[in-house]
């Protein structure tokens, strides 16, 4: 799988474009590379070996995405997706349109900021899991400041904080690096 956003911008070299300095290699860790060329800069973020895995930006103007089952559904002048097999970044304007069109699937979100440790002890873990269960949809949100309204509506108190959402409603939460809780807690929402 492979991810492409291209961006227009009449702001000079990367270095100065909100769309460039928004790349986050260390969030997914699958980080291929940020390429200039004039006026257009393009992101390329690659998969695992076997195609599969990787944390997918969700698709809104130009971005590209394939690979693996999507839940897609219309937003306001942007298109939400998830794709199991992966993790999906979400913000605040595209969480909820995913959460409503999963069902049956269940959401798993995880809660974290750039800074926090734990989040990125977890992060790998997270991605493990999302590679091995294609019964629910694994998505991110990043706490900063642009989704901060988000993170209040949903409670959250402390990073990193995993949610499990069944039929569009919060049915468990795990808070810290508890990885085995986690696991546990999807399980638990799966059988009832």
Known sequence: MALRVSVSSPHGPAASSPAIS???PAACGR??????????????V????????????????????ATGEEVETATTGADAVAVTGQVTEVCKD???????????????LD???????????????????SEKDH????????CNQDNRPLAKELGIRVVPTFKIFKDGKVAKE???????????????????
């Open 111 to 129: 809660m974290y900021t750039q800074w926090c440790g734990p989040c990125k002890i977890m992060a790998p873990k997270f991605q493990e899991m």
């Open 135 to 142: 019964d629910v949809l694994f998505l991110k949100l990043d």
């Open 94 to 108: 595209t969480f909820w349109p995913i959460v409503k069109a999963a069902p049956p699937k269940l959401v798993v």
């Open 174 to 192: 795990v808070t810290g690096a508890k990885i085995d809780e986690l696991a546990r807690a999807i399980e638990e929402v799966k059988s009832s």
């Open 31 to 44: 980080f291929l590379a940020c390429a200039t060329a004039s006026q257009k800069r393009s992101l390329m």
């Open 46 to 65: 690659m998969s695992g070996s076997d195609g599969r895995g990787g944390v997918t930006p969700v698709k809104s103007g130009s971005l590209e995405t």
């Open 22 to 24: 928004s790349c986050r």
